[in-house]
């Protein structure tokens, strides 16, 4: 990864409406393997850094509002033949603090079935310097006024 650049994570409220920037974190803030929730109006969100590429997934296990993105890191098992255990997705798996529920940090998709439970992702870019929203059309949005110097995590909600 470009050492000069940051991070930037978005996504759109509803299909077709527009997104809004928040730097939420420089690069090296969250090294690989680690996490940072941060809160961006409402939500809480958990950017991970997994094998150095950044996801944000929303801070709410879709089954009992529990905090996911406290939960564990991990791997899970692959399929395989009875008796052998073929381990994978190693640093990929977020696994709910409270009942166990598994997710696949780099989807939103659940493990147990990705084709109809998710929690909330976000799109994460890389950007070199915190970007800039115009406070008259974004009000109640949080600007971020600094200088270009290293990289930045920014979260689009």
Request: with cysteine.
């Amino acid at each position: 990864m470009d050492e000069t650049r940051g991070v930037t994570a978005h996504a759109g409220r509803r299909r077709g409406e527009p997104t809004v920037p928040h730097a939420v974190a420089r690069v090296e803030e969250i090294p690989v393997g680690g996490r940072k929730i941060v809160s961006i109006g409402n939500r809480s969100i958990g950017v991970f850094n997994v094998a150095g590429r950044f996801f944000a997934l929303r801070n709410t296990c879709p089954h009992q509002q529990a905090p996911l993105c406290e939960g564990r890191v991990m791997g899970t098992t692959l399929p395989s033949r009875p008796g052998e255990y073929r381990l994978g997705l190693e640093g990929r798996i977020l696994r709910c603090p409270w009942h166990a529920w598994e997710f696949d940090i780099t989807t939103g998709k659940s493990v147990f079935n990705p084709n109809k439970c998710r929690v909330r992702s976000y799109v994460v870019t890389v950007e070199g310097e915190p970007p800039r929203v115009d406070s008259e059309e974004h009000e109640s949005v949080e600007t971020f006024r600094t200088a270009v110097e290293g990289s930045w995590v920014v979260v689009y909600v």
